[in-house]
């Protein structure tokens, strides 16, 4: 069976710091993959989509970028933290473009002090 | 693009209780999933149903793709059904968006 891994599970980081956190998929190739955010504990917004190595769209101009290095693997970055990058970032992956269901890992708290 | 709206906002059942959710959504869909976010924040996939009926337990969903709406039935609560509900759809046409669309969600706690 397919399955995401998500981490760290929470974060605490001063602004202007770096930031990585890394998404992986098993059970499965080629799969579709995504970053949300989610802000003041309700809606979710798509921040990056990518359909291979390499491939990445972004949905919202912000402070953050995406990489995709390997097939499973997706990695959400920035080199300088804002205090507006605080809130709950989710990793998901479906097997088809976005009309395929989608399955969520478990997030990351980030908190930006 | 597309807008998907939630009602209500916020639901507070006595344990045993039965409820129902709705998800309004502006434009065709051929993704709509249904998700329990958990205390914990992780998003639980509940249904994925575009169209038609599905059951699963105390849990149902039926989605009215031609009068774009979607409804969450939730018999019988319990105080684990506590947390927030999401629609998420997908437009048929594409619409520009590379992933799902949310709604704001359904704040639900059941009291024991």
């Known amino acids: 069976s397919q399955t995401i891994h998500q981490w760290p599970a929470t974060l605490v980081q001063p602004v202007g710091s770096p930031l990585s956190l890394e998404c992986t998929v098993e059970g499965t190739s080629n799969p579709n993959l995504y970053w949300y955010r989610q802000a003041a504990g309700r809606g979710l917004q798509l921040l990056f989509y990518?359909?291979?190595?390499?491939?990445i769209s972004s949905e919202v101009p912000q402070n953050l970028s995406a990489s995709r290095p390997q097939d499973r693997q997706f990695i959400l970055s920035s080199k300088k933290l804002l205090l507006s990058d605080s809130g709950f970032y989710l990793c998901?992956?479906?097997?088809?473009?976005?009309?395929?269901?989608?399955?969520f890992g478990q997030g990351t708290r980030l908190t930006v002090v | 693009g597309i807008q998907v709206e939630q009602s209500p906002p916020d639901l507070i059942l006595q344990e045993g209780a039965n409820s129902t959710l709705r998800c309004n959504f502006s434009d065709s869909v051929n993704n709509l999933q249904w998700f329990h976010q958990n205390p914990w924040g992780q998003l639980i996939n509940l249904f994925y149903?575009?169209?038609g009926t599905k059951q699963n337990g105390r849990l149902s969903a039926t989605t009215v793709a031609t009068e774009r709406y979607s409804l969450l039935y939730i018999s019988s609560s319990q105080t684990t059904d506590s947390g927030v509900y999401f629609c998420a759809v997908y437009p048929y046409s594409g619409g520009g968006a590379d992933g799902l669309t949310f709604g704001k969600g359904t704040h639900l706690i059941i009291q024991p």
């Open positions: 990518s359909v291979g190595i390499g491939q």
């Open positions: 998901a992956w479906s097997t088809g473009p976005p009309n395929t269901e989608a399955f």
């Open positions: 149903i575009p169209s």
